[in-house]
């Protein structure tokens, strides 16, 4: 039996909030969000050509032939009994690529990686719910749920900046410390939600880093 959720869940027949830069950013006020923010070097170009060439491959199994140079097609455009299955593939085999730890991946330090952690946990049951977090060596991923004015992606890009301030400035360092845009994701079901909440979990485990090597929080 599934248990209660503390979270509304995305609702298809209610208003949403589609906003887009880089990638499209969907809202939901009170529906919990699954949002990931990653360090600026932490995904170099040479791994993003071979992420590129992976979803070509899969894809191409599957039936759909896709140009080398072409734009790699959003979920939302393939068969409809496709779209799930290349959600979660394309969902691992990024975080396969972060959880590879590129970069310089300061946020192994502690101190580091507390001030984003407490940063994420300074406004919750005010601006949104925060459910749960990990704060990884090149990576973050939470779940949590935003309260109107409050919006994921407003709320994501006062986390970035404020970080950026923090962890610049304890390593005397200037330039970008974060990829500029986030990604969020609705959860559309009690299982999705199950299953991001054991991944966040469980993400530094499998990621075979040793308990001094990431930072995690749950309510």
Known sequence: ???????????????????????PHWFQP??????????ADSIPHEVLL?????????????????KPNAPIPNVESLPAELQSPYRRHRFHKWNDHLDDCHGACH?????LAEIVLNSLRHFDADRYELDCCIV???????????????TCRGQSESWLHYTAFRINQR??????????E????????????L?????????????????????????
Not at 50 to 66: N, P
Not at 195 to 219: F, M, S
Request: net charge neutral; aromatic share 14%; no cysteine.
């Open 182 to 193: 986030p990604f969020d994701h609705l959860v559309r079901s009690p299982e999705q939600f």
């Open 1 to 23: 039996m599934m248990p209660e959720l503390p979270f509304d869940l995305f609702d298809p027949e209610a208003e949403v909030d589609v906003s887009e830069r880089l990638m």
């Open 50 to 66: 071979r992420w590129y060439d992976e979803l070509r491959e899969w894809l191409r199994q599957h039936g759909i032939e896709t």
């Open 171 to 180: 390593l005397q360092q200037k330039g970008e410390f974060w990829q500029s």
């Open 107 to 111: 946020l192994r330090k502690r101190d």
């Open 136 to 150: 990884m060596p090149n990576h973050v991923h939470l779940l949590a749920a935003f309260h109107l004015p409050t």
């Open 195 to 219: 299953y991001l909440r054991k991944y966040i979990a469980e993400n530094g485990i499998k990621a075979r880093l040793p308990p001094t090597d990431y930072l995690y929080w749950k309510k």
């Open 30 to 39: 009170g529906v919990v969000t699954f949002v990931t923010f990653r360090t």
